[in-house]
């Protein structure tokens, strides 16, 4: 199993640095996001599973010719109380430095699931005493604010949230394309898209591909929304709305941020350049390869 353990090393490292990267700077996921977003999460999937399986079927090497034969085999010794003999100091290395991977990485999703879920709370209690029911929509609240605002908040008791101004400023087509928007984010759940990449770039923020995904995935699932309103209403109108909701944003000291002005001025250029749907065999591409990089990792933590 030395072997395998080198080749998911190289893997998980690969895919952690130099593949992250570069996805994050390419610019074809703009054209496919749903696809870019298939990919990034088999990035991820796939680069935890090399990186943890190389530890793993380094440690256990000693014990059989395949990983499941010598889990077998660790298992029996321990029913013995027996210590498995081959396992050296540098085996019980690789274990240990596999097992305070899997620690950190599991341990900082956890703790990003617990604050999200308890922002999210406080939030919903919140908006349930400041905000008042919209007739026009079951579970949608409006903000007594004047500028336009609207975003949405998941979960199980979702809410959808426009203010005042929103509803004063932006006609009728244009608020459809809000909330077509913020409904999609509803329904495709990017809130769990993007929480396994907060896990991911913030376990190993010094390098630069895994702290780059959060960013880009943010980014991706914005463009899939967007995908979304613009097929069931007009592209100037979604345009029309993103630049009176995201200029009031920045202007409000809310989101004064330059990578925010950036995210906006990035999709109203994506918008006002009306792309085309990719070609079949395009879309196919990125689909494939993240079947093919979930596969890769998994075939050969059970090779012999």
Known sequence: MISNSAALLVLGVLLAEPVSRALAAARWPALDPTGALLLWQAVGLA??????????????????????????????????????????????????????????????????????????????????????????????????????????LPGLRSRLVVSEGTLAALSPAELAAVLAHERAHLRERHDLVVLPFVAWGATAPWVPGMARAQVAVAALVEMRADDVARARVSRLALAGALRRVGGAATLSGRATLTSFSAAVRGRLDRLDQQLDSPPLTLRLVPRLAALALVAVPTAVLLAP
């Open 47 to 152: 680069g935890g599973l090399a990186l943890l399986g190389a530890g793993v079927s380094f440690g256990l090497a000693p014990l059989g010719p395949s990983l499941p034969a010598a889990v077998g085999a660790l298992a029996g010794h321990l029913r013995r109380w027996d210590w498995p003999a081959g396992l050296g100091p540098w085996q019980l290395l690789a274990l240990a430095a596999a097992a305070a991977l899997a620690g950190r990485l599991f341990g900082i999703l956890g703790l990003a699931v617990t604050r999200t879920l308890r922002a999210r709370r406080r939030h919903r209690d919140l908006l349930d005493v400041l905000a008042t029911p919209w007739p026009a929509m079951a579970g949608a609240r409006v903000l007594a604010h004047p500028l336009p605002v609207a975003y949405c």
